[in-house]
């Protein structure tokens, strides 16, 4: 079966870091583009980081850019990404995506979703 499992969302403090995954079964997530995303309540799903098929290269909405680092384990057939110094807006739903021939931070270029982890920023 193919399938994209997140996991590490958490409730956090500002200005704390977590670290979310995303797994995948079923195929080899470095033959794909992987999208990470998110959607707070009430707020369309938008693009937090992306990372290419071919050469790993990266990219990352402003919103996060300098505090999200976004990375391959191709050992254990994951994507990760590293949240730092964050922020009550980063409060959302978390979502990873694959893509065969796309690639970027908009979420109709990607093909299969997972089903999402909660990440809450709060003291």
């Known amino acids: 079966q193919v399938r994209l499992v997140e996991s590490g969302g958490d409730l956090v403090q500002p200005g704390g870091s977590l670290t979310l995954s995303c797994e995948a079964s079923g195929f080899t997530l470095e033959d794909y583009a992987i999208g990470w995303f998110r959607q707070a309540p009430g707020k369309e799903r938008e693009g937090v980081g992306c990372i290419a098929r071919s050469d790993g290269t990266t990219d990352y909405a402003d919103s996060v850019q300098g505090r999200f680092i976004l990375g391959r384990d191709n050992a254990w057939n994951m994507v990760y990404l590293r949240m730092n110094n964050l922020k009550p807006e980063d409060t959302a739903v978390y979502y990873c995506?694959?893509?065969?021939?796309?690639?970027?931070?908009?979420?109709?270029?990607?093909?299969?979703w997972g089903q999402g982890t909660q990440v809450t920023v709060s003291s």
């Open positions: 995506a694959y893509s065969l021939t796309g690639w970027g931070l908009n979420p109709l270029s990607y093909d299969s």
